[in-house]
């Protein structure tokens, strides 16, 4: 008798029914950042580094030459051996600024400083096409589109059309190391002097 | 062997068999060589069947007979879960039937989407549309995990680079390259809609040849993105489908506007259709107008028909909106073979004839 009313209830809730209330528990949360935390965010920092995009390149530029200057010391102590702290202070600092996924291949001045990562499909060469009419995220309807941000910002740079470059796949094998570093040896290859230990 | 005159666009030797290659021409396929003749392409998307059987797939094909220039299938759209894109044009391909195979970036890394284009190439697909796919959210399982590994402009890329340059992403050199027309997908209709142009440009700078629109149903607002696409010059490099598609009732423009992610339709489209007393009949009508609209505009190549669950009016639309001009696009016709097969098989199943061995000796000795 009971196994008969068990069967009339599971016969009249569909499952197209059940996944739909189950969506909201179940649907794709970007790595590292929970339920309780999402809500609480209001991305504010991350907002406030895409509106003030041109003063950051600036800012960037600056630091990028300072840290190719010291390029000496890092061949010094060695290129391995720094990766660690360097790695501390960048996950530190663009973690605040952008929320940064550290993918170490950063291209946030080709993207308005928006960190793309941040896209839930990750996306690296613009928009999706499902960006809601008032430019939030389809995925996560309570984000501004990462990449209606990064257009705005790009507005805003000096360098307007870094963002109309073709981004190539991201090197995953690349993650969870320092950007800052890997650029600084490129460009210090770049200048002639080779880099002791490969960053 | 066969009977009929070939039609246009078919390979003598056998329907299923890639055409000759034409110079300038990067795909041996049908669809490449109607948009490159300057003619107005029409395309349609198979709604794919929840099923393993092919005859599913034959049926669902056999509706846009004669009407279409090639078929979409689709990499489970809308994060839902059918019969994959790649078995579908396994199923078509063999047929004939010039088809377009979507490649989602939701399902698959880039070790897995290389070698699932070798395979489609090495079938006779001829045309490959490359898509960033929608998030698992939107479909009937969300709790998959969104692979994302390349985005549909470095998957773009990728397929280009492998046609043209005859490598892997790796470097790893193929012998032979997949000869294939790249397609794309645009939304003019989502914002930010100032770098929507320029993210075309971007597309065919990666390597996209033609592309389909989502859904249009605000005609103003996709010649004002014609125009800006126009002003760029990207006309002349790639061919524009427009994406259109009728609507069942203003119930269900209502629940696509809110639930479908991308598809933008202006209250203008709801309220005619509240308005009508057939709603569905209305809905036709509704893309039809439309597509006399958009055909009008400069610049678009051609129109992508999503008939969602309505695809047996395809072929009305088509026909009534006369964006064929009296073309006939290829079909599928019987040949002198086929017609004994099916009379051999029409025999075995009706005519209750028994067919093993010792009954057919058995047979004979009685008689
Ligand atoms: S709407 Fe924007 S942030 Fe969301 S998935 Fe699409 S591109 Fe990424």
Redesign the pocket.
């Known amino acids: 008798m009971s196994g008969n009313e068990a069967q009339t209830t599971t016969r009249t809730v569909a499952q197209a029914t059940l996944v739909r209330r189950a969506r909201d528990k179940l649907a794709y949360k970007p790595a590292d950042v929970s339920p309780q935390r999402r809500l609480q965010r209001r991305y504010t920092m991350r907002l406030w580094s895409v509106r003030h995009a041109r003063f950051l390149e600036w800012v960037y530029a600056r630091f990028a030459d300072l840290f190719l200057a010291l390029h000496p010391v890092w061949n010094a102590i060695g290129y391995v051996r720094a990766e660690r702290p360097v790695k501390f202070i960048e996950r530190q600092v663009k973690g605040l600024m952008f929320d940064c996924r550290m993918c170490g291949q950063c291209v946030l001045s080709a993207t308005g400083m928006s960190c793309p990562m941040?896209?839930?499909?990750q996306?690296r060469n613009?928009?999706?096409g499902?960006?809601?009419a008032n430019g939030?995220?389809?995925?996560?309807p309570d984000?501004p589109?990462?990449?209606?941000k990064a257009w705005e910002g790009a507005q805003t740079m000096r360098a307007t059309d870094a963002i109309l470059a073709v981004q190539k796949p991201v090197d995953q094998s690349l993650r969870e190391t320092s950007a800052w570093l890997r650029v600084t040896a490129l460009a210090a290859g770049e200048r002639g002097d080779r880099p002791e230990s490969g960053a | 062997m066969t009977t009929r005159p070939p039609q246009i666009d078919e390979n003598p030797a056998g329907i299923e068999l890639p055409l000759e290659p034409l110079p300038g021409h990067s795909s041996r396929g049908r669809l490449e060589r109607v948009l490159r003749r300057g003619e107005f392409a029409v395309t349609a998307e198979l709604n794919p069947p929840d099923s393993a059987n092919a005859q599913d797939v034959y049926e669902r094909a056999a509706i846009f007979d004669g009407w279409v220039d090639g078929i979409n299938a689709v990499d489970a759209s809308g994060a839902n879960c059918h019969m994959s894109s790649l078995g579908i044009c396994a199923l078509l391909t063999r047929m004939g039937y010039a088809t377009i195979m979507q490649i989602a970036c939701r399902d698959r890394n880039r070790i897995a989407i290389q070698g699932d284009v070798l395979g489609a190439a090495a079938m006779g697909v001829a045309n490959i549309m490359c898509l960033t796919g929608d998030?698992v959210q939107a479909g009937d399982q969300p709790g998959a995990k969104p692979v994302f590994d390349l985005d549909c402009m470095s998957l773009l890329e990728t397929v280009r680079t492998m046609r043209d340059e005859e490598k892997f992403l790796s470097g790893r050199a193929l012998t032979t390259p997949p000869a294939v027309f790249l397609g794309a997908a645009i939304n003019p209709f989502a914002p930010p809609f100032d770098f929507r142009p320029l993210r075309l440009a971007k597309k065919i700078a990666a390597g996209a040849q033609f592309v389909q629109s989502q859904y249009c149903y605000d005609v103003p607002m996709l010649e004002e993105y014609m125009k800006r696409v126009r002003d760029l010059g990207l006309t002349e490099k790639c061919f524009v489908l427009v994406g259109v598609g009728p609507l069942a009732s203003a119930r269900t423009a209502r629940w696509i506007r809110s639930n479908v992610?991308g598809v933008h339709i202006p209250d203008a489209v709801v309220a005619r259709l509240e308005g009508a007393g057939n709603q569905k009949q209305e809905g036709k009508r509704l893309c039809i107008d439309i597509i006399n609209e958009v055909k009008e505009i400069d610049g678009i190549s051609g129109i992508h028909v999503m008939a969602y669950r309505q695809e047996e009016y395809v072929a009305e639309i088509v026909h009534e909106s006369g964006v064929l001009k009296g073309r006939k696009p290829w079909r599928r016709e019987p040949r002198a073979d086929d017609a004994l097969v099916a009379e051999r098989l029409d025999h075995i199943l009706h005519d209750n004839a028994s067919e093993t061995p010792v009954d057919m000796v058995k047979d004979v000795v009685s008689e």
């Open positions: 941040n896209c839930p499909k996306l613009g928009p999706c499902g960006v809601r939030h995220c389809e995925v996560e984000m589109c990462v990449w209606v | 998030g992610p």
